[in-house]
């Protein structure tokens, strides 16, 4: 019996094709549905999907995040220091979360987005708005929880252990109106202490820092991963790493 | 994502492993699904759409006795999908449904270029085939692999890797007798 060398092809083991497939890449073919086989998939595997939403949530959805946008603009100002376009967390208080001091005049709910950098399989960055609601006298959000979209998105099994601001600068004393005044500089490092199983390259890295200071005030990103300092390229800055530029 | 991690997060979160992995592969799987049935007549989107779930769901299922030793999730994907084809083949040829399009002419074409005595052809010498595509070079790697192996049109490849159809044809030509040469009497 003759053999082509499709048949062949077709008789290879995991072991032998391994190498042949690799940089084989393969868009979907046309006319067939992802959604499909993914819902088939999963019915098959037993897990449960979410239900989908109907038309009227969606768009009510669509409406309640119109309004909390346009909410978040005062929400905004003040986090930014009447600053429109700088929403970040000026990093205030709190053992397991960031707390904000909101004024009155502020209406609840609201949300604030801040700009997640998503590392691509390319190399290139995908720059992505994530809004979190915010609820008056529940103002707490745990960095644990800004950072999971972004280890989420990328699949990464990291999540954050703990965190802690310091303070590197020393005390200046000034003279005004004729008495000398110390001046302690504010915390300006944030280290935070990440757990996981995943590796993590520098792209993902950089665009983690990117993340961390689109929402974060401090000046220095500090990284340990695992117990050991995080270095980038190479480096580990002692004084901590500063906005990577994409 | 490396394959280790998809299989923590499958072990961890079967949805969004599950998600992360069909991301990824499923154009790859439907692309070998759809060369595998384009021979016939019968086979339909749904049938691929189906099959395709089938091998997800197959990974799913025997994910404890995927061996990372033995090759990548890539192609443990690829080799279940390729069983899958084969099994729902003969299925539908048992149901009288089956109509190839290839005709004897093109498909013999092929074959009395590169045939091999299926009994002469040792798993140790199918290895050596394998390692001779591999040594082929770009972009003649990928042609063969994408025109055998996954049985994409011509006109396709030509499409992707910016070559002209005329080109591909004689660089497999070139290729397949390249081959021969190295793999000497055997085929």
């Known amino acids: 019996m003759k053999k082509t060398l499709y048949d062949i092809m077709n008789e290879a083991k995991t072991d032998e094709i391994d190498t042949m497939l690799e940089n084989i890449e393969c868009e979907m073919p046309d006319g067939i549905s992802t959604k499909n086989i993914k819902e088939k998939t999963l019915k098959k595997c037993g897990i449960k999907k979410k239900k989908s939403r109907t038309l009227i949530v969606r768009y009510g959805a669509l409406a309640a995040c119109l309004a909390l946008i346009v909410a978040a603009v005062p929400t905004a100002m003040h986090f930014g220091h009447s600053n429109t376009t700088d929403r970040r967390y000026p990093e205030i208080g709190g053992e397991n979360g960031i707390y904000q001091e909101i004024t009155p005049s502020i209406a609840y709910p609201t949300s604030v987005s801040y700009t997640y950098h998503f590392p691509l399989e390319d190399g290139t960055v995908l720059c992505k708005e994530m809004f979190f609601k915010l609820e008056e006298g529940k103002m707490k959000e745990t960095w644990k929880e800004l950072l999971a979209p972004f280890f989420e998105h990328c699949a990464l099994d990291v999540t954050v252990a703990d965190w802690k601001l310091s303070t590197s600068g020393e005390k200046t004393e000034v003279s005004e109106n004729g008495q000398f005044v110390t001046h302690t500089p504010g915390s300006n490092t944030l280290t935070l202490f990440f757990e996981g199983t995943a590796e993590l390259d520098d792209h993902t890295l950089k665009c983690l820092v990117n993340t961390i200071d689109s929402i974060s005030y401090v000046k220095y990103i500090k990284l340990v991963y695992n117990g050991e300092p995080v270095a980038i390229d190479g480096e580990c800055p002692a004084e901590g790493f500063t906005n990577f530029k994409n | ?187």
């Open chain 2, 1 to 187: 994502m490396k394959d280790d991690v998809l299989l923590k997060l499958l072990r961890k979160h079967p949805d969004k492993g599950l998600s992360a992995l069909m991301e990824r592969y499923m154009g790859l799987i439907c692309t070998v699904i759809k060369g595998c049935f384009s021979p016939y007549t019968c086979f339909s989107a749904e049938d691929i759409e189906e099959c395709a779930s089938d091998v997800f769901y197959e990974f799913y299922k025997s994910m404890e006795n995927f061996r990372p030793e033995q090759g990548s999730i890539k192609s443990y994907l690829c080799a279940i999908a390729k069983h899958k084809t084969i099994d729902v083949i003969r299925k539908r040829a048992f149901e009288n449904t089956l109509i190839s399009l290839d005709s004897d002419e093109e498909f013999l074409q092929i074959a009395g270029d590169f045939t091999v005595e299926a009994e002469l052809l040792l798993a140790e010498e199918r290895k050596a085939l394998f390692a001779e595509i591999n040594a082929l070079g770009e972009p003649d790697r990928e042609i063969i692999v994408r025109k055998f192996y996954l049985r994409e049109p011509t006109q396709a490849i030509a499409e992707r890797l910016g070559l002209s159809a005329g080109n591909v044809d004689v660089r497999t030509h070139r290729a397949l007798a390249k081959l021969r040469e190295k793999i000497g009497g055997k085929i």
